[in-house]
């Protein structure tokens, strides 16, 4: 019989030709575990890949291998990850390895040939629009802010920012809105309004879609998934077009989406997927990590691989992250690392003081040679960062502030020189000098401030994570045993952004919503962290900021 046609598509180059070098170079620095995960026979794999140990290297050189040796077809194999900014990564390690890469298809289009790198919700919507291409109707159309429909049905923007993450969760459970209400008692949700409101309001959200013909995000995941379920034609050419698949990410998936990759699948076990418990973060929003810890059950000889080294955190960080992360049931990987400085642990008198030692701190390592973008503050909220932002500014440092993490695919907004307008005001005068020193020193690009979610998947040489408050760490709206588990786990993945300089603290006060300063107390978790740090006071008098730009002005000239 011959097998369903494919998706028309044209056909790739050949690629760089110094890719096989770039590839057996690769494949040479391999460290036996590493080794182990790439050229695993196994067809279905599952690599437990922890903090710096390489996962995203190991995941694009196993599939650089077997489409090389022959074991896999680069028209059929399909690599996914959650956050374009990811799957662009993805993209470049496999072209610079020499494999066929796919171009993603625009509304309306299809991809090219080469291997589909992109997000799960892209692949996705890819099936959506070829159906709608074989059988002649208009591709779906979507209404990207959800948001801002719940904002005009609710006519309260705080709450729908509540039910719009109520929403998300329930339809990433696959749950209507007649069945929200009893799940999310039964998971213990805590939401800002009764759940019979929120009911309501996801009723009403999906009537409007639907007289508007319009799907959002999520739907794409349960229609793509439902096509495949229930058209058997359909679901025979997406078997034979996407034969091997990769998932990055795997402890983030949620049941929509595994869902979505078991029919895709169909009855074949040709499955890497590459995930860390401990890294698992979105729970809140609907992942379950369980179904990484479940693989082994539901895919019959499926191999498992642990990379147990960490590669990027000295051992001093490791210690650190370990011991704020607490008891685990799998270990977190060692530390192969130089070592480092020990991570500091201060406590400040108030926000502001904790925000200008910080950008103290940033001058110091930029006039040592250390670049902008090699360095990084990390807060629990945006709230937090904001009080860094503007002290980073007045001293002239770029600094660019990443998105809030409910907008996956969002990219981070444009740097900000500190120089001009807001330096100006928000410094005098120092601010402009530190804007004409910044052009000597800490070059290349600017201090990235972000949110413990956002940071995710990053590093960097040297990170600050502030902030570190009851109510902030853990968040005030965990309660649950599960809940808190997660924000410990959110601690540790903050940490493990940093490579060789870790620096933590938290402030006595704190300016809150409204301008009250109100009294704070550590983070309960402090106590472990602290055994692995360098205790250290606040500082005795706030940093003259003027005086700092005016000594490396005279670094300079000498």
């Given amino acids: 019989m011959d097998p369903p046609a494919p998706i028309p598509s044209p056909r790739p180059d050949d690629g760089d030709a110094r890719s096989p070098f770039w590839l057996e170079r690769a494949l040479d620095d391999l460290t036996d575990a590493q080794r182990r995960a790439v050229d695993s026979p196994a067809r279905a794999l599952c690599i437990v890949a922890g903090a710096g140990s390489g996962k995203t290297r190991v995941l694009t050189l196993r ?34 390895y020499g494999v066929p890469v796919s171009t993603p298809p625009g509304p309306g289009g ?116 439902d096509l495949l379920v229930e058209n058997a034609t359909f679901a025979e050419q997406a078997h034979w077009r996407y034969r091997h698949v990769a998932i990055d990410e795997f402890q983030d998936v949620n049941p929509a989406q595994f869902r979505l990759v078991r029919a895709v699948l169909g009855q074949r076990a040709d499955l890497c997927a590459v995930g860390d418990p401990n890294q698992a973060i979105y729970g809140w929003n609907g992942a379950d990590s369980g179904l990484l810890r479940s693989l082994p059950e539901v895919m019959a000889g499926l191999e498992v691989v642990h990379l147990d080294a960490n590669h990027r955190c000295s051992p001093q960080i490791v210690a650190a992250a370990g011991a704020a992360l607490g008891p685990v049931t799998v270990a977190p990987p060692r530390s192969c690392a130089p070592d480092g400085p020990v991570p500091t642990l201060i406590p400040f008198d108030d926000d502001r003081a904790e925000a200008d030692a910080v950008t103290a701190s940033i001058l110091s390592r930029a006039e040592s040679g250390m670049t902008w973008s090699d360095q990084a503050v990390l807060a629990r909220t945006h709230e937090q960062l904001n009080v860094v932002r503007r002290s980073l500014e007045a001293a002239g440092v770029p600094c660019r502030l990443a998105p809030a ?58 990170v600050h994570v502030v902030g570190l408050e009851s109510g902030f760490v853990p968040i005030v709206h965990a309660t649950s045993a599960d809940s808190l588990a997660e924000e410990r786990r959110l601690l540790y993945v903050a940490l493990t952004r940093a490579g060789r300089v870790l620096e933590c603290s938290w402030a006595k006060s704190r300016t809150m919503g409204g301008g009250q300063a109100m009294e704070r107390r550590p983070s309960p978790w402090l106590a472990d962290l602290a055994e692995m740090c360098e205790a250290g006071n606040s500082v005795t008098a706030p940093h003259d900021i003027a005086r700092r730009f005016a000594d490396l002005r005279a670094n300079l000239k000498r």
């Fill in 63 to 96: 599939v650089a291998r077997r489409i090389r040796d022959g074991s896999a077809d680069a028209d059929h194999t399909v690599v996914c990850t959650f956050t374009r900014k990811a799957a662009h990564e993805l993209r470049d390690r496999l072209a610079l």
């Fill in 110 to 225: 299809i991809p090219t040939a080469g291997v589909r790198a992109g997000t799960l919700h892209q692949l996705a919507l890819t099936f959506l629009r070829r159906r709608a291409l074989d059988t002649g109707q208009a591709p779906p159309a979507l209404v990207e802010h959800r948001w801002r429909t719940l904002a005009e049905l609710m006519d309260d923007r705080s709450l729908a920012s509540a039910v719009d993450t109520e929403i998300g969760w329930a339809k990433a459970r696959c749950l209507s809105p007649d069945g929200y209400a009893a799940a999310a008692a039964a998971e213990g949700r805590s939401v800002a309004l009764p759940l019979e409101r929120v009911t309501e309001v996801f009723t009403a959200y999906q009537d409007r879609l639907g007289r508007r013909e319009l799907l959002d995000l999520d739907d794409v995941l349960l229609r793509a998934a």
């Fill in 405 to 462: 993490p409910e907008s996956p695919d969002a990219e981070p907004v444009p740097v900000s020189t500190g120089r001009a307008g807001r330096a100006g005001r928000a410094g005098g005068r120092a601010g402009r000098a530190a804007g004409r020193v910044g052009a000597h020193v800490g070059s290349g690009g600017g201090v990235e401030l972000a949110t413990f979610h956002r940071a995710k998947g990053l590093e960097w040489s040297a």
